[in-house]
């Protein structure tokens, strides 16, 4: 069955740099796109970065952009975040979710790893 | 940036009810629209795509429709199960989710 483990998360000073891991399996990862989502404390979602099957290109949103990067080691099934400049409004839950394939949605989400932006 | 708005926040509703949620989005997003369940501690699952195509393992009581900028789904007959935030999210022009609506026992 599809699997989506995230780790990486933690407390970090804002300013300061943090790396997220999302490890598949149970689906050839390799064959699709992976998203970035995440939810700050009692509040809603906001995506965040999308990177297609092949790496090959990458979005993200206005709100990260130009701090964090979205990565793949396809050999690893393993889809990454490299967040750098983190602020205080980054603190949220972060997600990785598996693109579906027919439609431009997620049909499975990992259960999050917690980052914390605080001195 | 397409902004989706639901309504409303918190709808209470008692077991075997009906629960219509609605969302409405600011630009056309023709039937490019999703919906999501998130309990507690979660992660969001997914129930419509499509605006009315029920995702795999949905089971019927759960329905949508709409097209352009509104957009419903409803939930014939409450069981417990079904108490939980529920979220749209257009993905015409990647992604943005509305703020959800909560789903509480009356």
């Known amino acids: 069955q599809v699997q989506l483990v995230e780790s990486g998360g933690g407390v970090v000073q804002p300013g300061g740099s943090l790396r997220l891991s999302c490890a598949a399996s149970?689906?050839?990862?390799?064959?699709?796109?992976m998203h970035w989502v995440r939810q700050a404390p009692g509040k809603g979602l906001e995506w965040v970065a999308f990177i297609r099957y092949d790496g090959s290109n990458k979005y993200y949103a206005d709100s990260v952009k130009g701090r964090f990067t979205i990565s793949r080691d396809n050999s690893k099934n393993t889809l990454y975040l490299q967040m750098n400049s983190l602020r205080a409004e980054d603190t949220a839950v972060y997600y990785c979710?598996?693109?579906?394939?027919?439609?431009?949605?997620?049909?499975?989400w990992g259960q999050g790893t917690l980052v914390t932006v605080s001195s | 940036e397409i902004v989706m708005t639901q309504s409303p926040a918190t709808l209470s509703v008692s077991p075997g009810e009906r629960a219509t949620l609605s969302c409405r989005a600011s630009q056309s997003v023709s039937s490019n629209l999703a919906w999501y369940q998130q309990k507690p501690g979660q992660a969001p699952r997914l129930l419509i795509y499509?605006?009315?195509t029920r995702a795999t393992g949905i089971p019927a009581r759960f329905s949508g429709s709409g097209s352009g900028t509104e957009f419903t789904l409803t939930i014939s007959s409450l069981q417990s199960e079904d108490f939980a935030v529920y979220y749209c999210q257009q993905y015409n022009n990647w992604w943005t989710f509305g703020q959800g609506t909560k789903v509480e026992i009356k």
């Open positions: 149970g689906f050839t990862f390799s064959s699709y796109g």
């Open positions: 499509g605006a009315s």
């Open positions: 979710a598996k693109e579906m394939g027919v439609a431009f949605v997620s049909d499975y």
